[in-house]
């Protein structure tokens, strides 16, 4: 399962009015890094005055600086997620408004820290109180809602993913990822046009998506618009070299556009770096093959055969192959086990 990364954030343990020998004590202890201490103190306070928000919004600040000085992830994450609990509970119990006006972008970090680590936790519903409290806290910062859509989706709550998403283009119309988020929903919501318009527009910002390139060019490519879909997806090879769906769907657009020295070109890159695609080995076949490369289409596609021995099409190929070096006798075998293939599915 992946691992989600937390936010870092400076911690500043703010000060407060004297005269509370509580909170005297809370900020001695936490200096001190005797944090079981301050915490009682909080939870001491709490009792003391049941509806006063000050202790809760103190313990979320103890939880926060135990994170702080916490080693490793996996230890930090559940802290932060007790502060954050701290501080959501302060917010809501603050009828006069004397905590909220405390809690800002480093209690909004600490709120999507808690979110990543109760997504991690498989907990998305919590994970989702923590990211909208988050957004709450700090809502002109456009990753937290990108955060928090991601979190709708894995629930599979595809309408608020797509109203938080739209939240954060009112933030930053421009950013990059959000709109790339966006351009999937579209798509994923069968809305081409949208989703192209917003590929393009994750492009204008930044023509060095390689993805993006990769998505704009599989509509494109669906929309048999040949000539701009081999553009982009050769923008995303060279962007990314990793990027291998990229790599064969700009062999199969030169197929389609019957430029088989390019096509040849492409798929000949590709199946050194995906050698077990048997699909790909028979269209590089069948693209030597319309380039009189026949010893060779003959290579690629027994490398076909090697990868999938039952698959019909592999001996049509063949026999195919075989009937133009003139080897009659191996073309009517491949032909034969050809269709004994079919008939035996």
């Known amino acids: ?81 007790q502060a954050a609990e701290n501080f959501l509970k302060a917010w809501e ?52 809602y990108l955060r928090l859509a991601s979190i709708y989706a894995r629930k599979g709550d595809t309408e608020k993913m797509k109203a938080t998403l739209q939240k954060g283009l009112s933030v930053a119309p421009e950013n990059p990822d959000l709109l790339y988020f966006m351009a999937q929903a579209y798509l994923q919501d069968g809305d081409v046009e949208k989703a192209r318009e917003t590929f393009l527009k994750v492009l204008e910002v930044d023509s060095t998506r390689a993805r993006a390139h990769f998505a704009v060019g599989t509509i494109f490519f669906n929309e048999k618009a040949y000539e701009k879909a081999a553009l982009h997806f050769q923008k995303a090879v060279d962007l990314d070299s990793t990027l291998t769906d990229a790599l064969v769907n700009l062999a199969y657009t030169y197929m389609a556009m019957e430029d088989f020295e390019r096509a040849a ?50 001996y049509y190929i063949k026999g195919t192959i075989y009937k133009e070096l003139g080897k009659t006798q191996e073309a009517l075998a491949a032909f034969k086990k050809a269709q004994s293939l079919e008939q035996s599915r």
Request: hydrophobic fraction near 40%.
């Open 93 to 144: 119990m603050d009828k006069a408004g004397k905590i909220r006006g405390r809690l800002g972008k480093n209690e909004a970090i600490v709120a999507m820290n808690a979110a990543i680590y109760y997504l991690n936790q498989n907990d998305p519903d919590n994970a989702i109180r923590f990211g909208e409290f988050a957004v709450k806290l700090d809502p002109q910062n456009p990753d937290f």
């Open 265 to 314: 070109s492409a798929l000949e890159r590709y199946v050194q770096q995906v050698e077990d695609d048997t699909e790909a080995w028979m269209n590089y076949a069948r693209v030597l093959y319309q380039l009189k490369r026949y010893e060779d289409a003959l290579e690629a596609i027994s490398r076909a055969e090697l990868l999938d021995p039952n698959n019909p099409e592999v």
């Open 1 to 81: 399962m992946k691992r989600h990364a937390l936010w870092v954030l400076g911690i500043v343990f703010g000060a407060c009015a004297a005269g509370n020998p509580r909170l005297t004590s809370i900020k001695l202890y936490n200096q001190q890094k005797n944090y079981a201490k301050a915490l009682a103190e909080a939870d001491a306070w709490a009792k003391e005055m049941p509806g006063d928000p000050e202790p809760y919004y103190w313990k979320g600040q103890i939880y926060t600086t135990q994170a702080a000085n916490t080693p490793g992830q996996d230890k930090k994450l559940p802290l932060y997620a």
